[in-house]
């Protein structure tokens, strides 16, 4: 079983919709919890990042964890064409182990 | 705002040649990072520097690999007799350090250098 498990996707949606994109991992000592959004021949950028259990919210965008079943969500609210992009999530303990990344196409 | 910012964006090389690839960090970020992505991956960790001292390497890393960070500032990473399989996005990335009690630093990342091996 692999570290971080993350379902390439891709996902398509219409423009407005609600995005979930999820992750599982396999180890406990993961505390920290981030996502990134990867545009096509770009860098990873950090969108958000929680530390142990619970929900956190910017903007559209929420960041959810349960420890407890080793889940990571992200959710996107009233999502835009720009929101189309490979999103990657990236637990951590001393270093980040970076799932496969979702692809996302938001579709106008 | 400066970010990460890495030179060459894309280098196309015969197999068998080295190559060289420099890596500036956000300027008050003292943790410099490596990192390989392939297509259809997450970016995998190579090798990481707190200032001039080279603090873990990946297994990934093979001895064809060496990466150094002389001033603490800007870091280059060389590939000796390059490979087919070297052929990659090979990503910067820098954060500060963790705070004393260990909170998370989040690491910036560059654009990358694109690897193609002919």
């Known amino acids: 079983q692999k570290e971080v498990e993350q379902d390439p996707g891709p996902l398509s949606v219409p423009e407005g919709a609600i995005v979930s994109l999820n992750c599982t991992y396999s180890?406990?000592?993961?505390?920290?919890f981030m996502w990134y959004r990867q545009y096509s021949r770009k860098g990873p950028e950090l969108l958000m990042y929680t530390y142990s259990s619970g929900n956190k919210e910017d903007g559209r965008f929420t960041a959810q964890v349960d420890k407890s079943s080793k889940y990571i969500s992200l959710f996107i609210r009233d999502s835009q064409p720009s929101d189309s992009a490979t999103y990657l999530c990236?637990?951590?303990?001393?270093?980040?182990?970076f799932g496969k990344g979702t692809r996302l196409h938001i579709l106008p | 705002d400066t970010g990460v910012s890495q030179d060459p964006r894309h280098k196309i090389t015969k197999r068998g040649q080295n190559v060289t690839f420099r890596c500036d960090p956000i300027s008050e970020h003292n943790r410099l990072y490596w990192y390989r992505q392939t297509l259809g991956q997450g970016p995998e960790f190579l090798t990481y520097?707190?200032?001039?001292?080279?603090?873990?390497k990946s297994r990934l890393l093979s001895d064809r690999f060496s990466a150094e960070r002389p001033k603490g500032s800007f870091s280059t990473l060389e590939i000796q007799r390059t490979e087919q399989g070297d052929s990659a996005m090979y990503l910067c990335?820098?954060?500060?350090?963790?705070?004393?009690?260990?909170?998370?630093?989040?690491?910036?990342f560059g654009d990358g250098t694109r690897l193609s091996i002919l």
């Open positions: 990236a637990p951590r303990d001393d270093k980040i182990i």
């Open positions: 990335a820098s954060s500060a350090s963790p705070g004393q009690d260990d909170s998370n630093q989040p690491q910036h």
């Open positions: 520097f707190q200032n001039e001292a080279q603090l873990e």
């Open positions: 180890n406990s000592a993961f505390q920290y």
